[in-house]
Nanobody
């Protein structure tokens, strides 16, 4: 069982930045593809970003590409999401996810094995 704990959410003005962190309780962290999803009020959960085991490849949704950066530190069992140029439409609960066998389905929530409890990000206009 892997526990994921997100932190770093909060209230920020439009145009501002936040960095989310997700700490994993596993010694095999480097064998997991890590991702960030988000869910806005009244909307379905959506994919935001993903990163492969050794960070050799990253993926982004069109809505965050160029503004968000996903990274990982396997020595610290932590994945990050740097969010810049935030917009009110980025307001959501952000969830960290970990999956061993993700393949090309990195945008699909069901392929991930473990999820964090979420952290709220609110962007004011």
């Amino acid at each position: 069982q892997v526990q994921l704990v997100e932190s770093g959410g909060g209230l920020v003005q439009a145009g501002g930045s936040l960095r989310l962190s997700c700490a994993a309780s596993t010694r095999s962290f480097s064998s997991y593809v890590m991702a960030w999803f988000r869910q806005a009020p009244g909307k379905e959960r959506e994919f935001a970003a993903a990163i492969t085991w050794t960070a050799w490849r990253t993926y982004y949704s069109d809505s965050v590409k160029g503004r968000f950066t996903i990274s990982r530190d396997n020595a610290k069992n932590t994945v990050y999401l740097q969010m810049n140029s935030l917009k009110p439409e980025d307001t959501a609960v952000y969830y960290c996810a970990a999956g061993r066998h993700v393949g090309s389905d990195y945008k699909e929530g069901p392929v991930y094995d473990y999820w964090g409890q979420g952290t709220q990000v609110t962007v004011s206009s």
